[in-house]
């Protein structure tokens, strides 16, 4: 185990016998102790409804929720709070942007730009936005393992491409995507570039400024932080002229009989009352982190990541999809003649979690000529250990389907 495991009670137990070995990360993270207490702290010392009361117990709660907020701003470099939003994850996040920014913006003939390796989240709200405007959906072309070329990317973004969205990390590849400089090649056109960063937030040291995205979305759960808590980070600018598209309490500023004005930045799109522990758990999540510090958690992950390459790729029979080199927090592969689900199966009575499935990308599985695949995904609680009981759990499996099957 690991220094960091010991800080996370749900990996000290046994599944089916075994020791667990979770190797889900990429669709929820497992929460340290700290985050949990945290969650308990507010729950026992003062819950509470924020903004509103004058009472201790509000103004606790209030500068816990706001702190929140000025914690997950400096974690990803943002100029002004006025940029961070709290919502209830990833999709909702980009879901904002498409219903707010893109509809009211695209026209017949303007162009929206995604991957074919996108999470359905960040596919659905563009071919949506698509039908109702006009608009055209297109694609980038990616290479044969999943990376994308810049220079081929530049040809397919034109003085009509309005909107490019782009994981920062493939939640199904592992593949990591250059944003910053797409974000250069979209800015020269006119266009504003959204970026998924579920997968890469978690893993990478993020700097909205450095990078140059107009919009970056990103989940809690995914960074050890509690679920239903996400962000969504925007200039300012573009903030300042999209209108809201929940509407009640906590968002406004004035209502009359036919008429009402909304409050400023970020609260005019908190409509309703938040999500006021998943925020102050999500805080709780960043200080462990950079107590850690992101640049020790990207080298570890990169580390491990690379560790499960070699070791899977030593296996006959057993297919990785994505890149093999530079990838993050993720492998995905087949193993020839076994169905994804069958390999969990068996890996889950060995005690070790991995996904299988289409990973809600399913035009990448039709792209990688495929229905399914199997994904081992890891976290800084993960080592090399864990990893080789994983290739061991794999070698198993192909001797098992091998005597059935043969």
């Known amino acids: 185990m690991n220094r960091y495991a010991k800080d996370f009670p749900i990996l000290d137990q046994e599944v089916n016998g075994h020791p667990l070995v979770y190797l889900d990360s990429a669709a929820t993270s497992q929460k340290p102790v700290a985050v949990i207490e945290a969650l308990e702290q507010y729950y026992k010392g003062y819950n509470s409804n924020v903004h509103r009361g004058v009472h201790t117990l509000g103004t606790k709660a209030t500068d816990g ?3 929140a907020r000025e914690k997950v701003r400096r974690f990803i470099g943002a100029a002004s709070i006025k940029e961070i939003l709290f919502t209830r994850g990833t999709t909702t996040a980009l879901n904002l942007v498409a219903s707010s920014y893109a509809r009211s913006r695209l026209r017949e003939g303007d162009e929206i730009v995604i991957s074919p390796s996108e999470h359905h989240s960040n596919l659905i709200p563009w071919q949506q936005a698509a039908k109702a405007t006009g608009a055209t959906l297109k694609y980038f072309e990616l290479e044969p393992d999943g990376t994308l070329d810049l220079d081929k990317a530049e040809k397919t973004i034109t003085e009509r491409t309005k909107l490019v969205a782009i994981a920062h990390v493939s939640n199904a590849l592992g593949t990591v995507f250059p944003v910053k400089e797409l974000a250069a090649i979209v800015h020269r056109h006119g ?28 989940s809690g759960h995914k960074m050890m932080a509690p679920t239903g808590i996400g962000v969504l980070y925007g200039k300012e600018s573009l903030l300042e002229s999209m209108e809201p598209v929940e509407f009640g309490g906590e968002m406004i500023d004035y209502v009359d009989w036919h008429e009402t004005t909304w409050k400023e930045l970020p609260w005019k799109f908190e409509g309703g009352t938040p999500i006021i522990a998943g925020a102050i758990g999500l805080g709780a999540a960043i200080d462990y982190l950079e107590n850690i510090g ?23 029979g057993l297919r990785i999809y994505g890149p093999l080199e530079g990838r993050m927090g993720s492998v995905t592969f087949n193993i020839e003649g076994v169905h ?41 609680y993960n080592d090399e250990s864990d990893i080789d009981r994983l290739a061991e759990g794999l070698q198993k499996t192909k001797e098992y389907f091998g005597n059935v099957l043969g």
């Open 65 to 67: 929720y706001e702190g």
């Open 340 to 380: 994804p689900h069958d390999v969990a199966t068996v890996l889950d009575a060995d005690g070790i979690a991995v996904r299988a499935g289409h990973h809600c990308c399913q035009p990448l599985m039709r792209w990688l000529e495929v229905t399914a695949t199997a994904r081992a995904s890891f976290y800084l």
């Open 191 to 218: 266009g504003v570039l959204v970026v998924d960063g579920a997968q890469g937030v978690p893993h990478l040291q993020v700097d909205v400024q450095d990078l140059d995205c107009d919009f970056l979305a990103f």
């Open 294 to 316: 992101m640049d020790a958690v990207e080298a570890h992950d990169r580390s491990l990541t690379r560790y499960a390459v070699e070791r899977l790729s030593a296996l006959e």
